[in-house]
């Protein structure tokens, strides 16, 4: 009697589990590329803040770079927003780079929220 009650609950419990399965893939996945977008900024912003600070360079020349590194590692979209400057931190000078970039909120295409990424190098030479 108990089986015949039973009967078809397997397809139900494999579809509920399933969904829940897929949710928390997709959620891993969606932290996983926010963390990927993250990294790859910082990585950009630090490679030009250190190419900035060397000897003969500018900020302007940090700030290229910083877009630069970035359009080939991302997308053109996301080095929209990046700018150096010039800063004395206790005393030494710095080249610090900003970028300003959209989060993947919900995958590449759906609505994002702004990050930004500080980077710091000490000035080489004489400024």
């Known amino acids: 009697m108990t089986a015949r009650r039973e009967a078809g609950s397997a397809t139900v419990e494999f579809v509920l589990v399933s969904v829940l399965t ?3 893939f997709l959620a891993v996945l969606q932290v996983g590329l926010a963390v990927h977008v993250r990294n790859t900024l910082v990585a950009a912003a630090a490679e030009g803040a250190r190419y900035g600070a060397s000897s003969g360079r ?6 290229q770079q910083t877009r630069a590194a ?9 080095a929209d927003q990046v700018s150096a400057d010039l800063e004395d931190v206790d005393g030494v000078p710095t ?8 989060l993947p909120v919900l995958g590449l295409a759906g609505p994002s929220d702004d990050l930004v990424v500080d980077a710091h190098a000490l000035a080489e030479g004489e400024r």
């Open 58 to 63: 500018t900020p302007a020349d940090a700030a």
């Open 22 to 24: 897929v949710a928390v």
């Open 95 to 102: 080249v610090v780079v900003r970028v300003r970039a959209p």
């Open 70 to 78: 970035i359009a080939t590692s991302l997308a053109p979209a996301y």
